[in-house]
Each structure stands twice: as structure tokens, then as C-alpha cells.
């Protein structure tokens, strides 16, 4: 009787979760307002939603092309933009470019073999590790931002009883490109897409048949344990990386291509403007260049007998330049880790710190000396609207701490990186982005002098930056950063720079 009761209650639940699937995510997952077929009155025309292949006591598996797609019916067009980011991203703008020259072709292909075709030009010849971090570092957040009722499905996955796995079945992207989103931040338990041939550590670009799909979709369930951390799905994005800041649709990717030897001589114009001229006249010079700094707040009095220390936020490389061209002077900007062509072109004095405290303290305490210097206390880069955990050293230097909050704008490339390769051309890639904007707002000064921990001061500082800006605060570091993105700590052997 017990035993009936209970399958009983378990058909329930999961008649509950089809209904949910049929009822709700059609009319909300994807983000789209019903819409009126022509030649109808009041007939919606709704988008596709999920679809549950299948469920047994232990296991629910659900399809979640729909989901990755917006589109019931795969295309080259929906397929187009995610693997164009792993051509560029884990490949070359050359391995992007022979995708694009092809899509016409692509177009009149059936799925499947525009699917194998697409495979072949953007993962034949690449390593494993690469394709493996561009889906765990880029991919997240194009399926972020195109799924953008992702939070649907989270729900359906964890109304679940806490016994039963869920399980994602994607029948037209490999594995590698869906699984750190759908696990990481969707929140399910195992993930089968389709497979990649690969050998000696590089893929060949030859799918597997899709029957298999069948037999690992098992073997996975059987290898994977049941979640039982209790977390909130979907997961907020504080972290991703690669270069390209739009969703690379064939039109748009077109016209980067047409656009990117215009950019690459706005860059060096606008390097030459920041390197050459005078800092008081380079805020009038870059606005003439299509680039805007603005800037709010009033900047702080000089301080008597010493420099002022300021304390920013951290978006990319050209902070302290922002804040020297808004303040119309030159200031001294210290670094973790800064790339040769960066520390080239840079048009401030620059000192790469150790990591050592006593050493950079030691070296923070001679700039301040000689004039006004900004810290990013964050020690990296954050893309997101978070702010990690400052470092408390910045709020031990000076009797007071001016606290300024940036932000930056891009269009077409971001200006960060964590790949060692492409890092050093962060800030060039910056200025190349048709309208590069920043935004420098003054705070008013904190006291440090007199106060009972720099820990205590690190957070108010955290806290003031966050409310001008409207971040999130949080205790990452740039250790967390680096082990997600790059599968590294994010530490780099240092060497004297200039300013030291």
C-alpha cells in the first residue's frame, strides 16, 4: 500500500513538471511577447520551449535545444553566432572569417549537414583544453544572453524531489560548448550533447553519429552524483571572458570584418593622442577621436606634504589613465601584472607590485611621496556589475583614501583578457570600439587615520564604490577568477617596471 502511494505521488510530480513544460516555459522561456501570425486575429504565435523526452523514478531528461536555439526549427542562422565564438575565441579571426564566407553555402544545407560543417571549420585542428575553457569562460554568457528566461527552467529542474536527476540532452551543439552552462549555472545534473572526434589532445572536426547520444546519456547518469549543495539556479555571472563584446549574428560579424581596419587606425590615433600629448588637453583631443571620458563628482583638494592616494574600482587596464585625464594630470598606477606592449604605450608611470606585502607597501609608500597615485584594490578585472574583495594594504599608506568609481563602455571588444596570448593587446583592443566611453565619479574622501582595522576601511570603501555604481559586492578574489576562467591562480612572475 506504501509502495503504491508512493509511485502514485511520483506520477503526480511528474505530471506537475509536464504541465509546467507545456503550460508555462512556451509562453516565457525564450522572452518573446506573444505575437499575431499574419493573415490571424488573436491566434499567438508562441515560441518553442523545452521538451521532456522522457522520465522514470530516478531520472528526468529533457531537450534543451529550444532553450539554446530560440528556435524550434535549428537553422544556420541560430546556429551561426555560438559556434562564430568558438572560431574566433578559441581559434583566430581568420578561422572566424572562413565561417563567415561560408554561411551563404551553409544556408541551403540540411541541418544536419550544416551542422557537421560548422563542427569541421570551428574545432578541426583545435586543442581540447582551449575548446574546453571557451565553454566554460565564453559560451555562458552568449546562452546567457539570448536565453533570457533561463531562470524558467532552473525553476522546472529544482521543483524536482531532491532523489531524482535531471538530466540535458542537446541534439545540435557538442558537448563541450553547453555543458559548463547548463551544469554550472542551470543547475542540472548531467549534460550529452553531441560528441567531437578528437586525438592527442586536439579535435579532428568530425561529429559522432548521433545514435551514441543514447548510450552516453546513461553512462553519464550513472557516473554522476546527485547535487545535493544547496544553491539557487540559475546562478548569477560574475565572471567570463573572450574578446567579443555583441552577439555575433552573420550580419554583425560582417560588419566587424568590415570595420576592423578602420579600428585598428582609430587605435593608434587614439594611443597617439593619450602617449604624445599634453595630459590637460587629451580629454578634448580623445573626445575629437570618438573617445569620451565623463566625469562626475568634484576631485579632491591636493593633499599637503604628500600625494593623494586614490582607490578605484577595476574594468580594465586604462583606469588610472581615466582618472589621470579626468583629474588633468599625471598620476602613478600601480599593477599585479601588466603586459610589455601595455606598459609600452602606457602614458603614466607604472609599478607592477610582488605580492609581497611588506615589498609593495615599501613601494606604494615611495610613490606616494612623489605624487598622487591610484590602486585598484580588486587586484583584477571584473566585466559584470560586482565588485570583488578589496585588499586591505591601500587603506594602511595614507591618512585618508579618495574613493573614485569607474566604469566603461564597449560596443564591439571588450578590453580585458585573461588568455596570456591575448592579454598584452587588452587596452589596444579597448580603443578600437567604435564610441570607447568611461565614467569617473569623485567620492568624497575616507578617513583612515585613527580607524581600528584597514579591514574595516577596505569594506566602506567597497561599499561607497558599490552604491555610486550600483554593483554587487562580493568576497571573490582574483584567485576565484582565474581558476574559472583560466584554470589558473592568475599569478605571473614579476620584474621592475617603470616608476620603480
Partial sequence: MATSTTSNRFAHRMLNLHRVIKNNLVSCLLGRHRQTTPGTTGTPALPPAPRLLGNSKTTVVVD???LLLKSSTPSAATLFPPFFLVAVEAGNFARGFLLLALYPFLRVLTHETCLKAMVMIAFCGLRRNEAARIGRAVLPKYFFREATHVEALAEVAGALPKEVKVAALSRSFPTVMVEAFL?????????????????????AGLMEDEETNTERLRDALNQTEKK??????PKPMVFHDGRLAFTPTPAAALAMYIYFPFATILAVIRIAIFTILPRRVTGIAAMLA???VRVTGAPPAAAAGAGRLYACNHRTLLDAIAISTALGKTVFAVTYSLSWLSE???PIPLLRLTRGREEDRRRMTSLLARGDVVVSPEGTTCREPYLLRFSPLFAELADEVS???VNE????????STSPGAKCYDSVYFLMNPRPEYSVHFLEPVPTAGRSSSIEVANQVQGL??????????????KDKYLLLAGNEGTVATKKSKGN
Avoid: Q, W
Avoid at 551544469?183 to 579535435?203: L, N, P, T
Avoid at 545535493?228 to 539556479?233: D, E, F, H, M, V
Avoid at 563602455?409 to 580585458?416: D, E, I, L, N
Fill in 409 to 416: 563602455h564597449s560596443s564591439m571588444f571588450y578590453g580585458t
Fill in 228 to 233: 545535493n549543495i544547496i544553491c539557487r539556479y
Fill in 403 to 405: 574613493p573614485v568609481a
Fill in 183 to 203: 551544469k554550472d549555472y542551470v543547475g542540472f545534473d548531467a549534460v550529452v550533447g553531441r560528441e567531437v572526434k578528437s586525438g592527442c589532445g586536439y579535435f
Fill in 465 to 478: 564604490l558599490a552604491d555610486a555604481l550600483d554593483f554587487t559586492p562580493t568576497a571573490l578574489t582574483r
Fill in 344 to 346: 609600452l604605450i602606457s
Fill in 290 to 292: 570618438g573617445v569620451r
Fill in 64 to 66: 534543451v535545444d529550444a
